[in-house]
């Protein structure tokens, strides 16, 4: 069963950065690096949104306007896993963060929550003024 599972989550001030991590579990190598990876964030009452993606084919990345030139997102295929470097982190984006895994091979990086096969559990990232 593919199962991504995320850390690297905490409370941090405003200014600050975080790393986070997604380790893809119960998928090969080769499969994972056939999947656009993807992370998006929901605070409180409301909607889940797309903060960042990374592409399959030559590691495209894909931002949401709220965190271009703040956060980048890249993957390790050797590793099965995907990080999020988040700076100069504003309070927000107080958020609990999700890795999401989209296996429909699309040339361009989908957005839309549904658009995702596999979900983790999400971590959270909470950034104090």
């Known amino acids: 069963q593919v199962q991504p599972v995320e850390s690297g989550g905490g409370l941090v001030q405003a200014g600050g950065s975080l790393r986070l991590s997604c380790a893809v579990s119960?998928?090969?190598?080769?499969?994972?690096?056939?999947?656009?990876m993807a992370w998006f964030r929901q605070a409180p009452e409301k909607e889940r949104e797309f903060v960042a993606g990374v592409g399959w084919i030559t590691g495209n990345t894909r931002y949401a306007d709220s965190v271009k030139g703040r956060f980048t997102s890249s993957r390790d295929n050797a590793k099965n896993t995907v990080y999020l470097q988040m700076n100069s982190l504003k309070p927000e984006d107080t958020a609990v963060y999700y890795c999401?895994?989209?296996?429909?091979?699309?040339?361009?990086?989908?957005?839309?929550?549904?658009?995702?096969?596999?979900w983790g559990q999400g971590t959270q990232v909470t950034v104090s003024s």
């Open positions: 119960g998928v090969s190598g080769r499969t994972f690096s056939t999947y656009t």
């Open positions: 999401a895994a989209d296996e429909d091979r699309r040339i361009i990086i989908a957005i839309g929550k549904y658009d995702y096969d596999y």
